[in-house]
């Protein structure tokens, strides 16, 4: 017997929505919210009902049964730090996304309006895999100061669920191989999964790693502690360099690396050496990440909407292609990623965790 799963996926400014049947996508939407809109409601916890209303009233007027659903996935948000898998959205993993644990964003609401849809139907709602998944050995934790704890939070969704696929789609267990994933978007992350677990990877959200089209990356500590206390930067604008105005944006003003590309094209020197210094950064990280799996690397993907670029597999597998073969999914489909995690708890094929 199919399931049939509605899905949603919250962000900034849209909410998308998806309904599947088993894997099978029925239809999707994505479902603007204008930003004079948005800007009504004080908090994020404040948009539950806004949006809610869109997502039902989009509903009836495609004529889906809200009933006819079996299941309600959303998208996790910042909870505390949590191994990765499928998450019934308890009470209490319910309080924290309302609360906040570590930190406001739209993507708490993906639990909040799956847990409250699904209540009101009289079927389960879970979470997949959220940007918190914390699978880090207690060596990675370590970061040479003992107040800054190395922390886990990256793309956790798209990066489990390629690597989910590559083990399907090779007849293998993800929990028997050992991989490199490097997502590459707004931001990059580059994760060691060691049978099952993602034993180490950057933290994309504070800036560590390679930079990317909107993040700085790992900066020269003690040039950024100067900088801090210049006098010359507020913190919300030192934050800003490092998220969301650092690498390509930094650089160059654009956080479109199909622009940078292009420019790259058109004999653009400087764009040509930040886009050489991107994959070189890249390569380094991954290459850090063969030395955690003691050199034992199954496969390397590349994912995320950088991987479309076939000018990426190229430049990279001259780099790290000795490390192991590499695979590319490029971009990400998260819907379909959620949809995948409630199956395989719906179908038995493992139990929902507990949070």
Do not use: W
Not at 28 to 50: C, G, M, N, V, W
Not at 112 to 117: F, M, P, S, T, Y
Not at 134 to 160: V, W, Y
Not at 298 to 321: C, F, H, M, S, W
Request: aromatic letters at 6%.
């Amino acid at each position: 017997m199919s399931i049939k799963s509605l899905i949603i996926n919250p962000g900034s400014t849209s909410t998308k929505i998806g309904a599947f049947e088993d894997e099978t996508l029925l239809f999707d939407k994505t479902l603007r919210h204008p930003t004079e809109e948005i800007a009504k409601y004080a908090s994020i916890i404040d948009q539950k009902d806004f949006r809610k209303k869109i997502i039902l009233d989009t509903l009836k007027e495609d004529n889906c049964d809200i009933h006819s659903f079996d299941v309600i996935v959303g998208r996790g948000g910042l909870l505390k730090p949590i191994e990765g898998g499928t998450y019934a959205v308890s009470d209490e993993l319910l309080a924290d996304l309302k609360k906040g644990v570590q930190g406001q964003h739209a993507s708490n609401l993906g639990g909040i309006l799956a847990r409250e849809i699904g209540d009101e139907i009289g079927v389960p709602s879970y979470i997949v895999d959220p940007v918190v998944v914390d699978e880090l050995t207690d060596q990675a934790r370590l970061s040479g100061m003992p107040e800054l704890p190395r922390r886990s939070i990256f793309h956790a969704l798209n990066q489990k669920a390629v690597a989910r696929r590559y083990a399907k789609e090779h007849g293998k267990r993800y929990e028997d191989l050992n991989l490199i994933v490097i997502h590459m978007g707004g931001g990059v992350s580059v994760g060691a999964h060691s049978h099952g677990k993602v034993i180490d990877v950057n933290n994309i959200l504070d800036g560590e790693g390679c930079f990317s089209p909107e993040r700085a990356g790992t900066v020269p500590a003690g040039d950024l502690v100067k900088m801090c206390f210049s006098g010359k930067y507020t913190q919300k604008e030192i934050y800003k360099k490092i998220c969301g105005n650092g690498g390509f944006n930094g650089y160059l003003g654009t956080n479109d690396a199909r622009v940078v590309e292009q420019m790259v094209k058109d004999g653009n020197a400087k764009a040509k050496l930040v886009q050489d210094a991107f994959y070189y950064q890249i390569a380094k990280d991954a290459g850090a990440m063969a030395t955690v799996l003691e050199g034992k690397v199954d496969q390397i993907i590349l994912t995320g909407g950088i991987a479309y670029n076939p000018y990426t597999r190229e430049v990279l597998e001259k780099k790290i292609g000795f490390i192991a073969p590499i695979t590319v999914y490029p971009g990400e489909d998260e819907l379909l990623a959620l949809a995948q995690g409630a199956l395989r708890v719906m179908n038995g094929e493992e139990e929902a965790k507990v949070y």
